[in-house]
């Protein structure tokens, strides 16, 4: 898969272009001669889900500003506590996460997600993905989910869409 993208990602502009198209939003170019552009504000994104009570070296908002916010309720509520009782904290793009799942690279997650959406408690699940986003893009993810094998997957793919803002 990332092969792939790799491959789509490199060709955007043509092989031999200094510019490629951005993996997190189409909508932007990047240098195809420099380190890679992670999303816009993934900095933010750290700091907010990086700031422990009782951490003496949370990372702080790169505006140098505050947020009036418990980020401990934060992380209980994303169920991503035992990250941080571990001492794991969030980083955009870690080597130890992607290394610890490298061998389920491809296995995918069909029967995992078909249990769980038939589960007698009928959870609620939300399946986000940006509308710009090229490395999750959201056509992808509607292909997939209408093609799960679940009892109610006629019922999703007729079901009202309609955008956040």
């Not at 209980?76 to 389920?104: F, G, R, V, W």
């Not at 209408?146 to 109610?152: A, G, K, V, Y």
Request: one cysteine or more; hydrophobic letters at 35%; aromatic letters at 10%.
């Amino acid at each position: 898969c990332f092969d792939l993208l790799d491959d789509i990602v490199a060709q955007s502009y043509g092989g031999k272009s200094n510019h490629v198209v951005s993996r997190y939003d189409t909508r932007l170019v990047e240098s195809s001669r420099g380190a890679r552009v992670f999303p816009l504000n993934h900095k933010v994104v750290e700091a907010y889900l990086g700031r422990v009570s009782g951490r003496s070296n949370s990372p702080r908002i790169p505006s140098g500003g505050e947020w009036n916010v418990n980020s401990d309720e934060v992380l209980m509520s994303i169920h991503a506590s035992e990250a941080t009782d571990a001492k794991q904290y969030y980083l955009e793009c870690t080597d130890p996460p992607y290394n610890a799942l490298a061998h389920q690279d491809g296995l995918g997650v069909i029967p995992e997600l078909v249990n769980i959406l038939s589960h007698p408690t009928k959870p609620t699940m939300l399946f986000f993905n940006g509308i710009n986003d090229l490395i999750c893009n959201h056509v992808g993810n509607e292909k997939f989910l209408i093609n799960l094998p679940w009892e109610n997957t006629t019922k999703f793919a007729e079901a009202e869409r309609f955008s956040w803002y």
